[in-house]
T-cell receptor, first 115, second 116 residues
Framework: AQKVTQAQTEISVVEKEDVTLDCVYE???????LFWYKQPPSGELVFLIR??????QNEISGRYSWNFQKSTSSFNFTITASQVVDSAVYFC????????????FGSGTRLLVRP | DTGVSQDPRHKITKRGQNVTFRCDPI?????LYWYRQTLGQGPEFLTY????????KSRLLSDRFSAERPKGSFSTLEIQRTEQGDSAMYLC??????????????FGPGTRLTVT
């Protein structure tokens, strides 16, 4: 069965600290996609990144970086030098290669960055 | 290019009433999804359309729920005989037809339903 686990319910850091959000997934498929979305207080989910199961290269985009490790079924997200505007709920999601492309979301991690 | 829009943004209704929500996807996106999000949880998949065809429905979508996408453009989600357990944020998302990009879903602002 497909499942995404985000064990960290809430994280609080002081501005400029680095923070890592954990994501562990379960799937029987060999081909799948992983995602991170950000949900700020306004409520709209914002797409951050998509990764396919064949590409284990880590990715960096500005202050954001992602570490995909198939061996541990993890897809962790690190924010370097956090800012107050990073405060939001972050969701990890999984999509298996079937006809619907539906997303299976984790329960989210609420990140609070204090000034 | 405008994003996904949803209407209304908020809806308060009494138990037993019917409600209908509308979603307008990004133009030229042929895939459209409905999700439901309750407080403190991630969104849960409800149903999926490719053009006008409804191709998948979650078991979460009880008989009181119906979704349509006439002409493959906007979509409506109707809930009949609302119950307090239906209170949630209803999210719509769309994705483009290109095979790789189809996995990237773009979400609307949601419709928050409160059933009293």
């Amino acid at each position: 069965a497909q499942k995404v686990t985000q064990a960290q319910t809430e994280i609080s850091v002081v501005e400029k600290e680095d923070v890592t959000l954990d994501c562990v997934y379960e799937t029987r498929d060999t081909t799948y996609y992983l995602f991170w979305y950000k949900q700020p207080p306004s409520g709209e989910l914002v797409f951050l990144i998509r990764r396919n199961s064949f590409d284990e290269q880590n990715e960096i985009s500005g202050r954001y970086s992602w570490n995909f490790q198939k061996s541990t079924s993890s897809f962790n997200f690190t924010i370097t030098a956090s800012q107050v505007v990073d405060s939001a709920v972050y969701f990890c999601a999984l999509s298996e290669v079937d006809s619907s492309y539906k997303l299976i979301f984790g329960s989210g991690t609420r990140l609070l960055v204090r000034p | 290019d405008t994003g996904v829009s949803q209407d209304p943004r908020h809806k308060i209704t009494k138990r037993g009433q019917n409600v209908t929500f509308r979603c307008d996807p990004i133009s030229e996106h042929n895939r459209l999804y409905w999700y439901r999000q309750t407080l403190g949880q991630g969104p849960e998949f409800l149903t999926y359309f490719q053009n006008e065809a409804q191709l998948e429905k979650s078991r979460l979508l009880s008989d009181r729920f119906s979704a349509e996408r006439p002409k493959g453009s906007f979509s409506t989600l109707e809930i009949q005989r609302t119950e307090q357990g239906d209170s949630a944020m209803y999210l719509c998302a769309s994705s483009p037809p290109d095979r790789e990009s189809s996995y990237e879903q773009y979400f609307g602002p949601g419709t928050r339903l409160t059933v009293t």
